[in-house]
């Protein structure tokens, strides 16, 4: 079974603050992809940014980073010098390529994000 | 802009009325998918078109009827609902199903409320 948990369900920072979002997934896929999704109030989620199984390298883009440790199932994701425009609901998801389980996205349940100005 | 449109943005229904929430993508992706999401929930998976063929129905009640007309455009037709059935309704696509790496799209969604 596929799983991914989110334990943060609400940050408050301040303004220019760096915040780290953890996101811990299982599954005894050898192969699967893991996703951020950035929800704002309008609704819309925002696709930001994927990682495969077999590619541990960490990547910054911008004010966004994503450290993915095979080691630890995790695959959190920090934002450096926040602003009040990243508030938003940010989801991590998980897909894996076989058999019923194809085209599912197995969400976790969400950390709320707000920035105070 | 996303590139996935929903329409309407914001339907109010009473529980005998029919209606339907319209999706369309252009980016020539052969998968669509309905999900629900409730407040502070993530979303909810409900069916899932591949190739203008229905390949997942998350056991939703027949109340809720899809249709896939044609590669871009997919509907969900609604017919006495429920008040749980109060959400937001989002549509996604993707190139298709059977890539694991490919990030599905979402649409604004339609926020509906049964009265």
Known sequence: AQKVTQAQTEISVVEKEDVTLDCVYETRDTTYYLFWYKQPPSGELVFLIRRNSFDEQNEISGRYSWNFQKSTSSFNFTITASQVVDSAVYFCALRVGRGSTLGRLYFGRGTQLTVWP | ?115
Not at chain 2, 2 to 26: D, Y
Not at chain 2, 45 to 58: G, P, Q, R
């Open chain 2, 1 to 115: 802009d996303t590139e996935v449109t929903q329409t309407p943005k914001h339907l109010v229904m009473g529980m005998t009325n029919k209606k339907s929430l319209k999706c369309e993508q252009h980016m020539g992706h052969r998968a669509m998918y309905w999900y629900k999401q409730k407040a502070k929930k993530p979303p909810e998976l409900m069916f899932v078109y591949s190739y203008e063929k229905l390949s997942i129905n998350e056991s939703v009640p027949s109340r809720f009827s899809p249709e896939c007309p044609n590669s871009s455009l997919l509907n969900l037709h609604l017919h006495a609902l429920q008040p749980e059935d109060s959400a937001l309704y989002l549509c996604a696509s993707s190139q298709h199903t059977g890539g694991v790496r490919q990030p599905q799209h979402f649409g604004d969604g339609t926020r509906l409320s049964i009265l």
